[in-house]
């Protein structure tokens, strides 16, 4: 169970949460790439839902980013204090950073103090510019700060194609403040620790971890409800150990992962270690019966197929795992 670090969290109310969080667990509630919208009055996809007591998370799509759910496919997370409200991802338009702060509003009169970019994906950083605005210190990775100063305006041009009228008022604007092992905030008597526990997904991934709930916003470190993307420079080999040596001790008890609805520690590890283990194994065995990559491309990965975005990424995570190991 989680610990309950203030009075003001009563024990009915962990138990109230608890139950939320189980019914996302449990599913068949997960979520769907084949629904466009769950929040048509808002550009958010979904409206944002208190998975503990004071965590609040708006589910994005597990779906490639498009116009119908405005780049809203990826979660966007907030943490409300006494002392003010630490937002996790920053929102992949101006607009719909607009959006999630309406809904901030909603929860809480606290002020908006820190935005976390998770990555320096789209998703994560192209809303700063309207969180710079409204004043709002922006804190990434160096290693995803230096991927936004290297592609920033390519990432800003692939969503302006998407977004079209959605993507008004968006400019790229760099985190302003940066660590590289871990930053410690201690905001109205919540203790938060941002992480950077190792090579995983994708350059400078972040995990935001509150030990005293028991509750980690994994970001990309951890997916279950679609398929995990593999980059051409993502080491799987590295991002297995990370998990193995570093997120692996930590397991907590209740997981927001960077896609798909809040879960638990067993459910983000089948859909990622496993899967990663899996498909390794799967293209060890065709190397070494003197495969190619042409051949790589069809290994069996019919275990995974009922995941969102199977289709899209399947055989591109395949070429590029072989491409990986190929020289291991």
């Avoid at 189980?22 to 919208?37: K, L, N, R």
């Avoid at 985190?175 to 410690?184: P, R």
């Avoid at 992962?257 to 859909?271: D, E, L």
Wanted: hydrophobic share 40%.
């Amino acid at each position: 169970m989680i610990n309950v670090i203030t009075a003001r969290i009563g024990r009915h109310h962990i138990a109230a949460a608890s139950i939320g969080l189980a019914a996302f667990c449990a599913g068949p509630v997960g979520a769907s790439e084949d629904i466009a919208d769950q929040y048509p009055q808002s550009e958010l996809y979904s409206k944002p839902v208190e998975v503990i007591p004071h965590v609040f998370s708006a589910i994005g799509a597990t779906a490639p980013p498009t116009y119908e759910n405005a780049g809203h496919n990826n979660n966007l997370s907030f943490i409300v204090t006494d002392e003010g409200v630490v937002v996790i991802n920053a929102g992949a338009s101006a607009r719909l950073a607009a959006a999630l702060h309406e809904e901030i509003r909603r929860v809480t009169d606290q002020p908006v103090v820190l935005v976390i970019n998770e990555n320096g994906q789209g998703h994560a950083m192209l809303g700063n510019s309207y969180w710079r605005d409204q004043g709002v210190d922006i804190l990434a990775h160096v290693d995803a700060v230096a991927e936004t100063e290297e592609n920033g305006d390519f990432i800003l041009q692939g969503m302006q194609r998407y977004n079209r009228d959605k993507a008004e008022g968006t400019r790229v604007e760099h985190a302003n403040l940066t660590f590289e092992e871990g930053y410690d905030l201690s905001l109205g008597g919540v203790e938060i620790k941002v992480l950077h526990l190792g090579p995983a997904h994708d350059p400078g991934d972040l995990q935001v971890w509150i030990p005293a709930w028991e509750i980690m916003i994994t970001g990309d470190i951890a997916f279950h409800e679609r398929m995990l993307p593999i980059f051409e420079d993502t080491c799987t080999s590295c991002w297995l150990e990370t998990w193995t040596e570093k997120l692996e001790p930590l397991a907590p008890t209740y997981v927001i992962p960077g896609h798909g609805h809040p879960t638990n520690f067993a459910q983000v590890r089948r859909y990622t270690h496993d899967y990663l283990v899996d498909l390794r194994e799967k293209i060890g065995a065709h190397i070494e019966e003197g495969g190619d990559l042409a051949g790589a491309y069809y290994v069996d990965q019919s275990r995974w197929a009922h995941l969102d975005t199977f289709e899209e990424l399947a055989t591109k995570n395949a070429g590029r795992v072989f491409a990986e190991m190929e020289w291991e």
